[in-house]
């Protein structure tokens, strides 16, 4: 072991490939492709004094930063001041925890190191490595060797960089590497230092796309198809794209005003927003044919007019008699109808909290969009959900994106219906009857197409009226 330290200062790519070990148990060597270990070569290249590295998500970003640090402690010169600055506390955690399982894991470099709650140390050497986050104070004083950035467009703040880079002159040889997706805002620090990359000569510069071998295609699909287009193509493809744009096409909505056909329902549910003085309330019923697709049976509007507002006992009582009839879940905001949700359990109804934080709203929408990707959501024309559908706008923020709709527009029925369906679209089949045209019904005699949109010509019991 002894010879094999002395040997790889000489060559650090075969430490990375035989030392570094994964969490599987593989040698890092087994499992590191091309375009990693060209990264790599050009860290080792002596013309590279700093590098940015910007990959999309799960291509390695956390792991090959955490990979470097182990190089630089284990390899680099003795008394080494390492610095590492992510995101956030939560992201820095998270590259701590990278370093140390890789120096856990091999029985080779366990024995080299002290680990504490924010540092690594080499107590042989005296190097040591520092993790902190871009929302710390700044960090003016320090005195690096080399310093790590990671997730630089996720930074909301500049002061810690500032600090840092400023203090990469205290030292002879200090080196900075940056790794990162690419972010939406060209007026914030990761596309100016991205420019730096570009232009200066002790620069290495390398954007990827997608190219990761552990990635395959059908996840690709799958998140293209689940994802809002410029998050897709800043996220999975690597792509810089503007800040906020359209979370639908006219196309894509044309699509799902196509009529559902018939076909036998397998699940059904009531999706209820609701407003009161400047926002309707809205009631959708959505149900799920054995044919995949989604079909909106209901849409009913509860508008407010210049100093009345909303009844919601009004609301509440058809509400229930709607779910009573049908025997069908009713989803909704407990933010908004805590205690209606009260009532209408105590009044027999089955009642499916939808409770919205950044996560949960993303997941509805992701589950919308989905839908109307796949062509599977399908309503009878309504003008009010198409174009509030039309209106909605997806905007990248610091914990992902956010779907809301425009200024001085409403979503009241898109929510309804996606609340609805996030139950329809996911839950096991709880019934079979059969749905003529797009109302559902307790039996194959009876039609509810009229609540949505008038009676359907394809409905034996409506058509021709």
């Not at 810089?240 to 059904?268: K, M, P, S, Y």
């Amino acid at each position: 072991m002894t010879d094999l330290l002395r040997a790889w200062p000489a060559d650090r790519m075969a430490f990375r490939r035989e030392a570094i070990l994964l969490e599987d148990g593989r040698a890092f060597g087994e499992a590191m492709d091309g375009w990693q270990a060209d990264d790599f070569a050009a860290l080792d290249d002596p013309a590279h004094q700093h590098a940015y590295l910007e990959r999309p998500r799960g291509h390695s970003k956390t792991g090959d930063l955490g990979t470097e640090a182990v190089v630089e402690l284990v390899l680099g010169r003795p008394g080494a001041q390492l610095f590492c600055a992510a995101a956030d506390q939560d992201q820095g955690a998270l590259l701590l925890q990278d370093v140390v399982g890789k120096f856990e894991r091999s029985p080779l470099l366990k024995p080299l190191v002290r680990v504490t709650r924010t540092e690594v140390i080499v107590p042989a050497t005296g190097s040591r490595l520092r993790v902190m986050a871009s929302d710390a104070p700044s960090a003016y004083g320090l005195r690096p060797d080399w310093i790590a950035v990671d997730e630089l467009a996720e930074w909301r703040r500049r002061e810690l960089w500032d600090s840092l880079w400023t203090a990469t002159g205290k030292r002879p040889g200090c080196r900075m590497l940056c790794i990162s997706t690419p972010g939406w805002d060209k007026a914030g620090i990761a596309w100016e230092v991205r420019q730096i990359a570009e232009r200066e000569e002790d620069w290495y510069f390398a954007s990827r796309g997608q190219c990761a071998s552990w990635i395959s295609a059908a996840r690709v699909a799958q998140q293209e198809r689940t994802l809002p287009r410029h998050v897709f193509d800043r996220l999975i493809m690597g792509r810089w794209v503007e800040g906020a744009g359209a979370f639908l096409t006219n196309v894509e909505v044309d699509q799902v005003f196509a009529g559902a056909g018939g076909g036998h329902i397998e699940r059904a549910a009531i999706g209820l927003d609701l407003g009161l003085a400047r926002d309707a309330a809205v009631m959708a019923e959505l149900v799920r044919l054995d044919s995949g697709v989604v079909a909106v049976t209901a849409l009913i509007t509860y508008t407010p007019r210049p100093g009345v507002r909303v009844d919601l006992r009004v609301v509440e009582e058809e509400v229930a008699e709607w779910a009573q009839a049908r025997r069908v879940p009713v989803v909704l905001d407990p933010w908004q109808a805590v205690l209606m949700a009260q009532r209408l359990r105590a009044a027999g109804v089955e009642v499916v909290e939808y409770a919205f934080t950044a996560g949960s709203r993303q997941k509805l929408f992701g589950t919308l969009l989905e839908l109307i990707r796949t062509g599977r959501l399908r309503a009878q024309p309504h003008e009010a959900l198409r174009r509030e559908l039309l209106g909605l706008e997806v905007q990248e923020t610091g914990t992902g994106w956010r779907v809301d709709h425009q200024v001085g527009r409403h979503d009241d029925h898109v929510m309804a219906v996606a609340l609805a369906a996030s139950v329809v679209a996911t839950a096991p089949p709880a019934v079979r009857v059969r749905l003529w045209g797009g109302g559902l019904a307790d039996d194959p005699e009876a039609c509810l197409c009229a609540p949505m949109s008038g009676a359907d010509p394809d409905c034996p019991q409506h058509g021709g009226r």
